[in-house]
Structure formats: C-alpha cells, structure tokens
C-alpha cells in the first residue's frame, strides 16, 4: 500500500480515490501535535495498517522536531505498546 505523507496526515486512498486509512495530528502548538484520528476501512482492518500509519506518523513528527499527544484510543494504545517510541510524546 502506498501511504501519501502530507505535514500534518499520513493516509492512502484506493484506485477511484476513496479514502483506505488515515492518521491525523494536527497542530495544538508550535512545537506540538495532536494525534486526532486514526481509520482504517473495514476491508483492511486486522492486517497491521494502523499500525504502519503510526510508525509514519511517528518518523514524520520526530523529523519535524515536534511533540505529540496521543487523543484517539488506537494512538494511546500504540504507544503503550511501543515503549521506543515514547520519546516525542508530551503529558
């Protein structure tokens, strides 16, 4: 699957355009970002897709020399699970 990387999303669409998975952080500050939304379409889900989202989502924050907060449950859940990744997170 190929992901699309814009500043502040990470998502793929299908051959007509339509929407397959996203994750979303937004800006809350300068120096921070908020991890808003994570989907994934029902066709994909149970195949780790969001979890790729994240790790992009990861890379791409900490490229950006930013922050984040984890506000979706699927985020929250993920970093509990991923300890090394815990280092751009903020409260």
Request: one cysteine or more; aromatic letters at 8%; glycine letters at 8%.
């Amino acid at each position: 699957m190929k992901f699309i990387r814009e500043h502040n999303k990470v998502y793929a669409k299908d051959e007509k355009g339509e929407l397959l998975a996203e994750v979303v952080f937004p800006n809350v500050t300068n120096g921070t970002v908020s991890i808003d939304r994570t989907f994934v379409s029902p066709v994909l889900r149970g195949g780790g897709v969001a979890g790729q989202l994240l790790d992009i989502a990861y890379d791409e924050i900490k490229r950006q020399g930013k922050k984040a907060r984890a506000k979706c449950s699927y985020a929250v859940s993920w970093f509990q699970k991923n300890e090394d990744k815990r280092d751009i997170l903020v409260d």
